[in-house]
């Protein structure tokens, strides 16, 4: 059984013989960035500063002779051969390292339709080098030459190995960059998108039960969390509660009775604040959440939303006994002015 050191942490883990290195991170709970898990898309490349490992069959353009050389492997298919494996990833705590952004990447619009009266869904597809991106960070994009200033839309989507972007696009009233996303970009554009930025990505060895909450827009980097969580195999109880108007706001629903039917640590409630209705809460998150747990103190907690859902939040799961150091957030008007 090998050992495996990730610096600058200097924390450790253990490999199983025949696991390879990326296997062995997401069952220690380290969320490494990965997509085809078969060295064909270079999404979990990492460099290797000390120790053997036997790379297997990967693709020269998921791995250049080059990174080889300079001692990066990938990390779905490295297998250590050595007693101790030392791997540059993540932070001075073990936390991720941010990639760097792009700044002005070409897309192309492959698909837009409305979630929502008001909600649109824009896929964009990467004509050159795909963004990398942590689920839960967004990119900016607009018009600037043409009177549309740059807003931030978080990532809706997990990685993939085709670099497809998923924004959802709230309509504001007066907001020239959201009408203009709504009225005049239309499929087949291109387009300028830069990023990806942010922190709302947590602790990626977290090994405790997960409670999501979102309103709005603000469900995007948290189905982004969630699909990446729970497609690298995460264990724990995942909880997540959508705060809506009226039936009609409510959109990710199928993809949701999905992940329940699916996966079985899975679980959501949508609540409804302007009406009643059949198959769901009624209220605000302040009224149901006391009802469906009782104690947060072993819980992590993303809340994403408008900065006064995400104030209220806060101050409601503190009161049930959540941690601070545990508690991520995202308030869009406050930070990434979406509009």
Known sequence: MARITMQPSGKSIRCTDGDTVLLAL????????NNCRAGACGECKVKVIGGQFDQGMVLDMALSQEER???????????????????????EDAKPVLFPPQEGALFVVVEKRYLTERVL?????????????????????????GGVPARAYSISNAPRSDGELVLHVAHFHGGITSSWIHEQLAIGDSLRVSGAYGAFIGDPSVDSPVLCLAAGTGAAPVFALTEAALRRGFREPVFMLVSAQTRRDVFGQGMMAWWKTKHRNFDYRITLTREGAD??????????????????????????????????????VKSLGAQDEFIHTEGFFRNNQPF
């Open 69 to 91: 050389k300079q001692g990066f492997g990938l990390m779905c298919m490295a297998k250590p051969i050595s007693e101790e494996l030392e791997i540059e990833w993540g932070t």
């Open 279 to 316: 198959g769901y809460l009624a209220g605000r998150i302040g009224v149901v959440l006391p009802h469906l747990f009782s104690s947060l103190s072993n819980y992590t907690i993303f809340a994403a939303g408008s900065p006064d859902f995400v104030d209220t939040s806060v101050k409601l």
């Open 121 to 145: 869904e824009l896929r964009l597809r990467p004509v050159g080098q795909a963004i990398r991106y942590w689920p839960g960070q967004y990119v900016t994009l607009g018009q600037p030459e």
């Open 26 to 33: 997401e069952r220690a709970g380290y969320a490494l960035p």
